[in-house]
């Protein structure tokens, strides 16, 4: 479908991003930087966040509204997806891209595929694919059918995806190239003066970057703060404060427990948590892989309503939560999820740990081994570039062949 307002970007190119989380916006922003380092000339819109704000991406929906993980939970956000969509489909009749980049976020990213392939014919690259090897492994007929590419993140999923008869290339993970070799020698926080406080036993407290998740887990860290506080009074715990977060939900929750001095809200990158802790305790997703590459001893837990729960059952098909775990199919890092989620077993299984921490620094070493090379978002962008060239030309093409009727 050709219409009068699809080139409206002129000659300089057009490329649509499309995120609806905080890690995806991050990756997507660096995926950009990197486009934009090879071609200053194209024009960039999109759905996202600070990280492609920053990039200067005319955004025309924040993600603050989109992230949820849980059926019962993005249910609650339907009104606000419905919002953004209905303003991806204005902004493709209205100025139509070249192509799109999709990163993550498959329910929302899938549909838009769909809708911009089966309307506008437009290319489009998928980078960061859902996870399909943990479930929903039927999303790979949809990909297959709406993405002409798909640049994947981890090293396994390359041989899925081309059994599935989809054009794909393993990039390598881009938080190879966040977190260098050098951040991940073990016992490099013994050695760092990076504070007063660096004489003190340092545990990191990652509740999320979700509202939900700041609901669901952020209490049971402080509790279980204060039960290893209890034992060993020299300890200091840095909560992580995501951007998308609002800080008086943070300070709010900590001022309810009489020990609060003992918490510190850390608004910097994460990697200085990491490089400062001796012990994290995560929320599971994208932030323990981050504490892996720098050999940070990890305790993963997670809490979904009881309906997600169960339908996440039903539906998963792998044994881990944590990326570090799937990634050495083993657990690395341990996993208290759900009922196992309390206080007083994260509690017991961080003074262990504490106890055995370089087993556990060596334990997460085959991590970056297995993830391999560097230079994800390089390789995804050439691929971008060549994606939009090709569509421009077919454009081309097309146009002047109309000129004759």
Known sequence: MVTDKMKDSGNLGHIMVLTGEPSGDLHAGHLVKEIKQRNTQIYFSGIGGPHLEKMKVDLFYNIEQLSAMGI???????????????????????????????????GFNLKAAQFAKEHYKIKILYYITPKVWAWKKSRLKKIKKYADHAA??????EKIFKKAGISATYVGNPLMDEYPESLSKPFLRSTLTLSKEKTRLIIGLLPGSRNAEINSLLDVMIQTACLIHQENRDTLFLISHAPSIKREQIETKIEKYENHPVFKIFEGPVKEIFIQSDLVIAASGTVTLEAALCCVPTIIIYKLSAISHAIAKLMIKIKYAGLANIIVNEEVMPELLQKDATPEKISRKAFYMLDHLNFFQDRLQPVRILLGK????????????????????????????????
């Open 72 to 106: 019962t939970e993005v249910i609650m956000q339907l009104g606000q997806i419905k919002k953004a969509f209905d303003l991806f489909k204005e902004k493709l009749k209205t100025n139509t891209p070249d192509l799109i980049i999709l990163v993550d976020y498959p």
């Open 152 to 157: 994947l993140i981890l090293p396994f999923e």
């Open 374 to 405: 560097t230079g994800a978002s390089k390789q995804a962008a050439g691929i971008a570039i060549n994606m939009m060239r090709e569509s421009r030309r077919q454009y081309k093409k097309l146009t002047n062949q109309l000129k004759y009727y």
